[in-house]
Each structure stands twice: as structure tokens, then as C-alpha cells.
Nanobody, 113 residues
Framework: QVQVVESGGGLVRAGGSLRLSCAVS????????INWYRQAPGEQRDFVAG????GVHLDGDSRFTISRDNDKNTVYLQMNSLRPEDTGVYYC??????????WGQGTQVTVSS
């Protein structure tokens, strides 16, 4: 069974940075594409950034950079110049072989003004 675990969230002031991590186990990492989503209170879950199994980026906001470490089975989301509107729960979505989707439990990011 594929497991997805996010970490790295926290409280940061506006203008600060955070790096989120998404660790995947239970499947060859070469089969896994990763997408990050953010869900603000009362809002839908929105796409933030993604990276394919081959390492092709699907970038959203230019302040955020996604990368993957295949040796560690982990994808990172580096978030810079954070704004209060970036506040929300960040979810990691692992897509195996382009078909099977797995979600982590989410990690809270709070940006204070």
C-alpha cells in the first residue's frame, strides 16, 4: 500500500519561507508523480505545483519551487516570499502510473501578516 506523509508546515511571518516535504513509501518512486494542493478554510483544494515521475515540473506560483530526491523517495516544495493568503493545509497527492491516487494527511501552513 502506498503511503504519503507530508511534513514541514508551521507558522511563519509574511515574507518568510518554508520547505514542505512529501515522503512516499510502498511503491517504486520512479512510478510516482507528485502534486501539491492547498486548501484554505472554507475553500476548495487548489493545485499549487507538480512534478512528474521523470522530473518534469508543473509549476504554479513562481515563488514556489518543487523538486524531487529519488534517493530519498521525497518531493520538496520550497515556498518563498510567503503571504497570508498562502495559509492553508497543504496536501501531497501521489499519482502512481498515471492512474492511482494517494493523499497524505496534510500539513498546516500559517502565514501571519
Amino acid at each position: 500500500q502506498v503511503q504519503v506523509v507530508e511534513s514541514g508546515g508551521g507558522l511563519v511571518r509574511a515574507g518568510g519561507s518554508l520547505r514542505l516535504s512529501c515522503a512516499v513509501s510502498g511503491s517504486p518512486f520512479s512510478e510516482i508523480a507528485i502534486n501539491w494542493y492547498r486548501q484554505a478554510p472554507g475553500e476548495q483544494r487548489d493545485f499549487v505545483a507538480g512534478i512528474s515521475a521523470a522530473g518534469v515540473h508543473l509549476d504554479g506560483d513562481s515563488r514556489f519551487t518543487i523538486s524531487r530526491d529519488n534517493d530519498k523517495n521525497t518531493v520538496y516544495l520550497q515556498m518563498n516570499s510567503l503571504r497570508p493568503e498562502d495559509t492553508g493545509v497543504y496536501y501531497c497527492n501521489a499519482v502512481r502510473l498515471g492512474r492511482f491516487q494517494y493523499w497524505g494527511q496534510g500539513t498546516q501552513v500559517t502565514v501571519s501578516s
